[in-house]
């Protein structure tokens, strides 16, 4: 194994007049490939992210349709309560001399139930729309995550060779080891 790190050590040393070559400088190669490994993520993940994002927009775009039902509902409902409030105004001049002050109560109280219902609901649907929101960047940040995560494994276990394996994890073995005693 040695015969073969030396030989490597050796071509790194080699004059480079427009040959081939190896290159022994580990920022500069660290750099080719994380930008190469940033680079295949940001093409093959673009399609996914895409995807994630077109469904979550679907998705919303449903609780919106939804929540506008909803409120073509209320809006149906303060209809038919405007026309109610026709009808107890008409028979209000009926009866004003019986009882005006229960009509004018009934009103009010009419009035601001369908006023609150419209607010609930209006208050439903910002929040539907603000939970919906907060769930697709929470997913998209996981599956971003994951497959960052996931390309930088298969990186690593392509470059790393079992010295190297063995060494690391007994680097972060010793890590966690610290880490343990420090809470302890």
Not at 32 to 61: A, M, P, T, W, Y
Not at 112 to 135: A, G, M, P, V, W
Not at 152 to 168: D, I
Request: aromatic fraction near 8%; glycine fraction near 6%.
């Amino acid at each position: 194994m040695k015969n073969v790190t030396d030989s490597f050590v050796f071509l790194g040393h080699w004059p480079s007049a427009g040959s081939f070559g190896f290159n022994t400088d580990i920022l500069a190669t660290n750099l080719i490939n994380l930008s190469v490994v940033i680079g295949v993520l940001i093409f093959f993940g673009k399609g996914v992210l895409s995807d994630l994002l077109d469904n979550r927009k679907q998705r919303i775009l449903n609780t919106i349709r939804n929540s506008e039902e909803l409120r073509g509902k209320a809006i149906e409902q303060l209809e038919k309560a405007r026309t109610r409030l026709r009808k107890v105004e008409k028979e209000a001049d009926q009866f004003r001399v019986n009882g005006y002050s229960e009509i004018e109560r009934e009103k009010m109280n009419l009035i601001n139930s369908t006023y609150k219902t419209l607010e609930q609901l209006e208050n439903y649907k910002n929040e539907s729309i603000h939970f919906e929101q907060q769930r697709a960047i929470n997913q998209v940040r996981q599956r971003v995550f994951q497959q960052a995560l996931q390309g930088a494994l298969v990186t690593l276990n392509s470059c790393l060779n079992n010295e190297l394996h063995l060494r690391t994890i007994n680097a972060n073995i010793g890590m966690f080891g610290a880490m343990k005693e420090i809470t302890d």
